[in-house]
């Protein structure tokens, strides 16, 4: 969200320059907090912002992770090789907390993006009795 905040942002105060928004998630840059309702409750299959990034320039390279930076060389690393920049924006969002003794054990789920609300729907549909933490 603050990724897609800061460049539109940087449009409606009239930047003219190159913008790209880079993401390792494969979907359009999407609101989080609808996961937990609309998504959940199958009301809404994502919950996309709905924004012209073409219209406004913005260049959207998903499914891309970033592996490095090189601030002397103004370069970020990415899987598809290396992408320069002249002013770098680093918008990574929380790190979901993670329950010690939590990993790898049935029936305990994250819900932190549209894939994980996606897997989690099925579990939901079939009425188990749920904690949520968080």
């Known amino acids: 969200?603050?990724?897609?905040?800061?460049?539109?942002?940087?449009?409606?105060?009239?930047?003219?320059?190159?913008?790209?928004?880079?993401?390792?998630?494969?979907?359009?840059?999407?609101?989080r907090p609808p996961l937990s309702k609309a998504i959940l409750l199958g009301k809404a299959e994502d919950s996309a912002f709905e924004i012209d990034f073409?219209?406004?320039g913005i260049e959207l390279r998903l499914g891309l992770d970033v592996t490095g930076l090189r601030a002397a060389d103004?370069?970020?690393?990415?899987?598809?090789?290396p992408v320069a920049y002249d002013t770098l924006v680093v918008a990574t969002g929380?790190?979901?907390?993670?329950?010690?003794?939590?990993?790898?054990?049935?029936?305990v789920h994250l819900l932190r993006t549209l894939d994980d609300a996606v897997r989690l729907g099925p579990v939901l549909?079939?009425?188990h009795s749920v904690v949520v933490v968080g």
């Open 1 to 31: 969200m603050a990724g897609v905040q800061t460049a539109v942002a940087l449009r409606e105060q009239g930047f003219t320059g190159p913008v790209t928004l880079i993401g390792a998630e494969p979907h359009q840059p999407y609101d």
């Open 54 to 56: 073409e219209d406004l």
């Open 74 to 81: 103004h370069e970020i690393d990415t899987e598809a090789g």
């Open 94 to 107: 929380a790190q979901p907390v993670v329950l010690p003794g939590t990993e790898g054990v049935p029936g």
């Open 125 to 127: 549909e079939r009425r």
